[in-house]
């Protein structure tokens, strides 16, 4: 049973070009949460979503950001118009449910935005 | 200060010494876990403690949870260099009875264990 996978693992960008990250979800999970990560900080949640929902983006910024999670297919976390400040690590995880269950995190995509 | 905060910020032990993290909260929670993440690499889920819980352990993990002072602690037995790592804190809180798996992070602590 695969865990959490993202791609890439890195990502480098200039600014004002797009990013696009990568999540699928561990096998039986319908729900994803993305993260970012700052260095030297702990993780600060982005957005929750379930199968073509989204239910909570209130960590997301409000331009340039967008998530989705398809019928089929990954999870994706989308940056418009990178600038340096967006240079991070994104982490996706996975539950089965949400609320009390565990979270399962992938590796992370490390953006850097030249 | 945010939800979620540990103490130390780091931590520098030798092998076969113990080490106590502690976390700080200050929401009501349906649950508070632990993590561990290696340099530049991915969480790894520690251990869950729900809210009507005092103490869980697993194998060399002793962690404790006091809902009315809002912290927990996580204890290492043992040490290994192998467990240097950041150790994070995370709440799933319960705002208003909704909670959605919405994980809070501490800062973390940085464990360095010297062989």
């Known amino acids: 049973n695969a865990g959490v996978m993202q791609n890439p693992r890195h990502l480098v960008r200039r600014r004002g070009q797009e990013a696009r990250l990568r999540c699928s979800p561990m096998?039986?999970?319908?729900?994803v949460y993305w993260y970012r990560q700052l260095p030297e900080e702990g993780l600060k949640f982005m957005v929750y979503?379930?199968?073509?929902?989204?239910?909570?983006e209130s960590g997301m910024p409000k331009e340039r950001f967008s998530a989705e999670f398809p019928k089929e297919g990954p999870s994706i976390l989308r940056i418009q118009q990178v600038v340096r400040g967006d240079s991070a690590a994104y982490f996706c995880?996975?539950?089965?449910?949400?609320?009390?269950?565990?979270?399962?995190f992938g590796a992370g995509t490390r953006l850097s935005v030249l | 200060s945010q939800q979620g905060e540990e103490d130390p910020q780091a931590l520098s032990i030798q092998e076969g010494e113990n080490a106590t993290m502690n976390c700080s909260y200050k929401?009501?929670?349906?649950?508070l876990q632990w993590y561990r993440q290696n340099s530049g690499r991915g969480l790894v889920h520690l251990i869950l403690?729900?809210?009507?819980?005092r103490e869980k352990h697993s194998g060399r993990l002793r962690v404790t949870l006091d809902t009315s002072k809002k912290s927990s602690s996580l204890l290492i037995t043992a040490s290994r260099a192998a467990d240097t790592a950041s150790y994070f804190c995370?709440?799933?809180?319960?705002?208003?009875?909704?909670?959605?798996?919405?994980?809070?992070f501490g800062q973390g602590t940085i464990l360095t264990v010297h062989p």
């Open positions: 995880a996975s539950s089965q449910t949400s609320g009390k269950n565990i979270q399962y």
């Open positions: 096998k039986g999970h319908s729900h």
């Open positions: 979503l379930q199968k073509e929902n989204i239910i909570d």
């Open positions: 929401t009501s929670i349906n649950n």
């Open positions: 403690i729900r809210s009507n819980e």
């Open positions: 995370a709440t799933d809180g319960n705002a208003g009875g909704t909670s959605y798996g919405k994980l809070t």
